[in-house]
């Protein structure tokens, strides 16, 4: 009973995560499943095995010196209410570790079960993301209802944060297929799964995450010709689906705006040009540096780096406009828009060194991952993607990634004799 019922119990917690990931429904909290995960792994017992393999993790290791480093900065912040608030959202990067650095009898098939869930559960969410921009629009006939935020209406996940969600579900399930083949849907069921997550990347309209999606495609393509060797039919068929992407990103109304806001953006880096100003960013990463610089040991402490980059964009005479008025930067109240700047100004040198850390380190050591291209594939996705977001300022940020790092990184999945 034992050998067999706790790892389905296990599987069944996770499952139960992973299905709610990409929509975190207010009335059926996603933290259910970190919770029943828990509770199974007390009742299972054996804490004395489980304290032993949690030791011997390196990857639960290199969480934990991450919470730790952000709970120092708890002790010299000048906003301790707003660390306190950042502690116990990343709680996840504890329980995680703890959890799945000891559950063993999970095998890579669980694994793969669980990412092929991830990808049903994403185009689920997509499909209700556009009937529900459908049904907005019968109210209120008008396009921008099916573009970025509005497109992204659930609650807790921002356009960014579903955009990574989508590429990781496109490049994971377009990777399994030409890998996994017996792992993957049936052909038609994976094109059809692998268009509705391309046109929803043109909907939500997160200009870093179209640079992402092309990344996927030409890395795949890559991948292919290297292990099949070149061939031309497979070569044209990945530069036709770049192209037919990039016609569409400008031949929708919503997707083309974002694409010519950020060509004017780039025009006006120096200086605005016809009118326009250029990215916030190119303010923002300027000032988080002054704030590195002024704080390069320790930090501001977590929870204060917001409030030190503001201070620093007063002295920013730029205008902007927000669809209804124009405003000035530090009236925002902005974040670094990048997670690495913002780890750096928060909890200084070292916590920005551990910080790397967890993207070097996996990537040294997925080598012998055996699932590596999928390892690769999510570090380098979630690594592209902090570089214009400060993606674990919120909850769905620390819910994936800290759900996905310990799957491929911190769980002790074991390979059976069918691999």
Same mark, same amino acid.
């Given at each position: 009973?034992?050998?067999?019922?706790?790892?389905?119990?296990?599987?069944?917690?996770?499952?139960?995560?992973?299905?709610?990931?990409?929509?975190?429904?207010?009335?059926?909290?996603?933290?259910?499943?970190?919770?029943?995960?828990?509770?199974?792994?007390?009742?299972?017992?054996?804490?004395?095995?489980?304290?032993?393999?949690?030791?011997?993790?390196?990857?639960?290791?290199?969480?934990?010196?991450?919470?730790?480093?952000?709970?120092?900065?708890?002790?010299?912040?000048?906003?301790?209410?707003?660390?306190?608030?950042? *502690?116990?959202?990343?709680?996840? *990067?504890?329980?995680?570790?703890?959890?799945?650095?000891?559950?063993?009898?999970? &095998?890579?098939?669980?694994?793969?079960?669980?990412?092929?869930?991830?990808?049903?559960?994403?185009?689920?969410?997509?499909?209700?993301?556009?009937?529900?921009?459908?049904?907005?629009?019968?109210?209120?006939?008008?396009?921008?209802?099916?573009?970025?935020?509005?497109?992204?209406?659930?609650?807790?996940?921002?356009?960014?944060?579903?955009?990574?969600?989508?590429?990781?579900?496109?490049?994971?399930?377009?990777?399994?297929? *030409?890998?996994?083949?017996?792992?993957?849907?049936?052909? &038609?069921?994976?094109?059809?799964?692998?268009?509705?997550?391309?046109?929803?990347?043109?909907?939500?309209?997160?200009?870093?995450?179209?640079?992402?999606?092309?990344?996927?495609?030409?890395?795949?393509?890559?991948?292919?010709?290297?292990?099949?060797?070149?061939?031309?039919?497979?070569?044209?068929?990945?530069?036709?689906?770049? =192209?037919?992407?990039?016609?569409?990103?400008?031949?929708?109304?919503?997707? &083309?705006?974002?694409?010519?806001?950020?060509?004017?953006?780039?025009?006006?880096?120096?200086?605005?040009?016809?009118?326009?100003?250029?990215?916030?960013?190119?303010?923002?990463?300027?000032?988080?540096?002054? =704030?590195?610089?002024?704080?390069?040991?320790?930090?501001?402490?977590?929870?204060?780096?917001?409030?030190?980059?503001?201070?620093?964009?007063?002295?920013?005479?730029?205008?902007?406009?927000?669809?209804?008025?124009?405003?000035?930067?530090?009236?925002?109240?902005?974040?670094?828009?990048?997670?690495?700047?913002?780890?750096?100004?928060?909890?200084?040198?070292?916590?920005?060194?551990?910080?790397?850390?967890?993207?070097?380190?996996?990537?040294?050591?997925?080598?012998?991952?055996?699932?590596?291209?999928?390892?690769?594939?999510?570090?380098?996705?979630?690594?592209?993607?902090?570089?214009?977001?400060?993606?674990?300022? &919120?909850?769905?940020?620390?819910?994936?990634?800290?759900?996905?790092?310990?799957?491929?990184?911190?769980?002790?999945?074991?390979?059976?004799?069918?691999?």
């Amino acid at each position: 009973m034992q050998q067999v019922g706790w790892p389905q119990a296990f599987f069944g917690a996770l499952s139960f995560y992973t299905l709610l990931l990409p929509m975190q429904p207010k009335w059926l909290p996603i933290t259910l499943g970190i919770m029943c995960m828990g509770l199974f792994w007390l009742l299972h017992g054996k804490f004395k095995e489980k304290l032993s393999a949690l030791g011997k993790n390196w990857a639960a290791g290199l969480l934990f010196a991450y919470y730790f480093v952000v709970l120092l900065g708890l002790f010299y912040t000048q906003n301790p209410s707003k660390a306190e608030q950042e *502690l116990l959202s990343k709680i996840p *990067l504890l329980a995680w570790p703890i959890m799945l650095s000891s559950s063993l009898g999970l &095998r890579i098939e669980h694994l793969k079960k669980l990412i092929l869930l991830f990808i049903y559960a994403t185009t689920l969410a997509v499909v209700l993301a556009f009937l529900q921009s459908a049904v907005s629009y019968l109210a209120f006939p008008h396009s921008t209802v099916f573009y970025f935020s509005n497109f992204s209406f659930y609650k807790f996940i921002p356009p960014h944060y579903l955009g990574l969600y989508v590429n990781f579900a496109y490049g994971m399930l377009l990777i399994g297929w *030409l890998q996994f083949p017996a792992w993957a849907p049936k052909k &038609r069921y994976t094109i059809s799964m692998l268009t509705i997550l391309t046109m929803a990347l043109l909907f939500i309209s997160v200009r870093m995450q179209f640079l992402v999606f092309i990344g996927i495609n030409i890395w795949a393509a890559f991948q292919y010709l290297k292990s099949k060797g070149f061939k031309l039919q497979a070569f044209l068929g990945i530069s036709t689906l770049l =192209v037919v992407f990039g016609a569409l990103a400008l031949s929708f109304k919503g997707s &083309r705006a974002r694409l010519v806001d950020a060509y004017h953006e780039l025009k006006s880096i120096n200086q605005p040009v016809d009118n326009k100003q250029t990215n916030p960013r190119f303010y923002l990463w300027p000032a988080a540096a002054e =704030v590195i610089r002024d704080h390069f040991w320790l930090g501001t402490g977590a929870g204060s780096e917001k409030k030190y980059l503001n201070q620093k964009l007063e002295d920013s005479k730029a205008l902007f406009w927000d669809g209804t008025k124009t405003y000035l930067l530090y009236e925002k109240g902005y974040n670094y828009h990048n997670s690495f700047l913002q780890h750096f100004a928060a909890q200084g040198v070292v916590g920005f060194g551990v910080f790397t850390a967890l993207f070097l380190v996996p990537f040294y050591k997925a080598r012998n991952h055996p699932l590596r291209s999928w390892a690769f594939l999510f570090l380098v996705i979630s690594a592209l993607s902090f570089l214009t977001e400060s993606m674990l300022q &919120r909850q769905a940020g620390v819910l994936f990634f800290s759900f996905f790092w310990c799957l491929f990184f911190v769980a002790p999945f074991s390979v059976s004799r069918s691999n």
